[in-house]
């Protein structure tokens, strides 16, 4: 299987879960990845891109495991990120390091069998709830 690659890329997902742990998303082979996910509720994106994690939490304060709908962006271009849910708890970063993309032969989306072995990963256990509008653009 060729890699997935690109310098660019967009994950919309709309999500809904009463469980505050959960994987969400995940790319990355080891070296560079794009981790998305809940912890204590909050949505956390963990970023590698060669030099050291980026780790960001979005909608500290606010708890996402309330039943209800939330709709997730990421836009990563090169080393610039921007993301939000609900289109109000935002964050813009850009980053430093080696890598300008992820290369990934792998992709996951609300779980893993080997939970614990993906890098970034900060909950422990897979997403238990409700995925749609699930888009991913690279």
């Not at 299987?1 to 997902?13: C, H, K, N, R, W």
């Not at 998305?36 to 996402?64: C, H, N, P, T, W």
């Not at 256990?125 to 991913?136: D, T």
Request: charged letters at 20%.
């Amino acid at each position: 299987m060729a890699p997935i690659t690109g310098p660019a890329e967009t994950i919309s997902l709309t999500f809904k879960t009463n469980s505050g742990e959960g994987l969400l998303f995940h790319t990355g082979d080891g070296g560079n990845y794009l981790n998305i996910g809940l912890k204590d509720a909050v949505v956390y994106i963990a970023l590698q891109m060669g030099s050291g994690e980026k780790l960001e939490y979005l909608g500290r304060g606010r708890q996402f495991d309330d039943n209800l709908w939330h709709t997730l962006y990421v836009h990563r271009n090169v080393k610039m990120m921007h993301a939000s849910v609900d289109g109000s708890y935002e964050i813009s970063k850009s980053f430093a390091g080696n890598f300008h993309e992820i290369n990934s032969r792998i992709l996951f989306l609300g779980g893993a069998s080997k939970l614990k072995n993906l890098p970034g990963v900060r909950t422990v256990q897979n997403f238990h709830g409700c995925l749609k509008n699930v888009s991913r653009r690279i």
